[in-house]
């Protein structure tokens, strides 16, 4: 879990001088949880536009702190700031439905993808690799987290359980555009 204060502090920014007080006082106590449905419902609640990067750091963040499935319909909700940006969040668009995953890694065998973060550079997807629970539904949690290639087979970077923030960090560090020259984040 990110312990990183500034990635907390930049989207609480966003918010009036009072509703940014309020996210950072969770985080000082401890209670990220809560602190991110502050921020979610302040953001909607003052109509503050955000980025597609906002709108994925916010989701990156609910996913560490094990939040990501109850925020996502709201984080969806927040107004756009309408200026395209490198990255944006995928869930709950036509190209969330999940891809069974073959075994191009052995760690992977039996997996599905679930599309989540998209480069919009150079196309890459950052995905949740989740397993199918015996009711057919998947994991609450993900198993790791998938860097792939804009085909979303090849793979590109795995990541373990407990390293969403590191793998959107990659994400972003070694984008290159279809060239493929580097592209800096």
């Not at 500034?6 to 009036?16: C, G, M, S, T």
């Not at 359980?161 to 984008?175: G, I, P, Q, S, W």
Request: aromatic residues 4%; proline residues 7%.
């Amino acid at each position: 879990m990110t312990d990183d204060a500034a990635v907390w502090n930049r989207p609480a920014a966003l918010l009036p001088e009072a509703g940014a007080r309020e996210v950072n006082d969770c985080w000082d106590i401890g209670e990220q949880e809560a602190g991110l449905g502050l921020l979610v419902s302040g953001l909607l609640g003052h109509q503050v536009p955000i980025s597609g990067t906002v709108r994925a750091q916010i989701s990156v963040l609910a996913e560490t702190w094990g939040e990501r499935e109850a925020l996502t319909p709201r984080i969806l909700q927040c107004a756009d700031e309408g200026i395209p940006g490198p990255v944006k969040l995928t869930e709950g668009d036509a190209s969330s439905v999940p891809e069974a995953v073959s075994a191009v890694e052995p760690d992977m065998a039996g997996l599905v993808l679930v599309p989540w973060i998209t480069c919009t550079r150079c196309g890459r997807v950052l995905m949740r690799a989740h397993a199918r629970e015996s009711w057919g539904d998947l994991s609450c949690l993900a198993r790791h987290y998938v860097i792939t290639m804009p085909n979303r087979i090849t793979v590109v970077r795995l990541c373990p359980a407990d390293a969403a923030d590191v793998a959107f960090a990659f994400l972003r560090r070694t984008c290159s555009d279809a060239s493929g020259e580097p592209v800096a984040p």
